[in-house]
């Protein structure tokens, strides 16, 4: 019994010099692989844009763009106001979507009209409903930006605009 523990104890001690006493070569290209890794690690890579903010505001549908939406560039991302239209006096605008997609390189806003589901008897009358609607994004713009709206006049895209190279 004891024979086998000294014997796994030599092993042990044996495999661990193992290391120690191999020729310094091996040391110093190890040291070399891993200069060579951290070098490979700091290059950063092309950063893309990023959303890191979204806002959505129902308001008074007084002035709607002739298009449905007018969307505009900001210094950090995207401002749009428009309306969706509707059957009904209970229509409501509400965000559906808001994302980037960094494949296409574009941010994309949907906006559809809903009935209200806590109101009866709403009365059938073509309605306008009105929005506000912000896209904030850090590390640069995506090259593009799409509204679109899903409303009683389908689902259709209303503005796009091409960010400034």
């Not at 890191?52 to 449905?68: E, Y």
Request: hydrophobic share 35%; net charge negative.
């Amino acid at each position: 019994m004891n024979r086998r523990a000294l014997l796994l104890g030599t092993l042990g001690l044996c495999t661990s010099l193992t290391g120690c006493a191999s020729g310094g070569d091996d040391a110093a290209e190890r040291s070399t692989a891993s200069t060579e890794t951290e070098a490979a690690s700091t290059t950063e890579t092309p950063r893309r844009p990023r959303l890191v903010g979204r806002s959505f505001t129902p308001v008074r549908a007084d002035a709607c763009p002739a298009d449905g939406a007018l969307a505009t560039e900001t210094e950090t991302g995207f401002s749009v106001v428009g309306c969706v239209s509707g059957a009904t006096e209970c229509t409501i605008a509400r965000l559906t979507r808001a994302d980037y997609d960094a494949d296409a390189d574009t941010a994309t806003l949907v906006v559809e009209a809903v009935e209200r589901t806590d109101v009866k008897n709403c009365a059938e009358s073509p309605v306008a409903r009105g929005y506000e609607a912000t896209l904030r994004f850090e590390s640069g713009l995506p090259g593009r930006a799409v509204v679109v709206h899903d409303d009683a006049d389908g689902r259709r895209e209303v503005a796009r605009v091409d960010a400034d190279a």
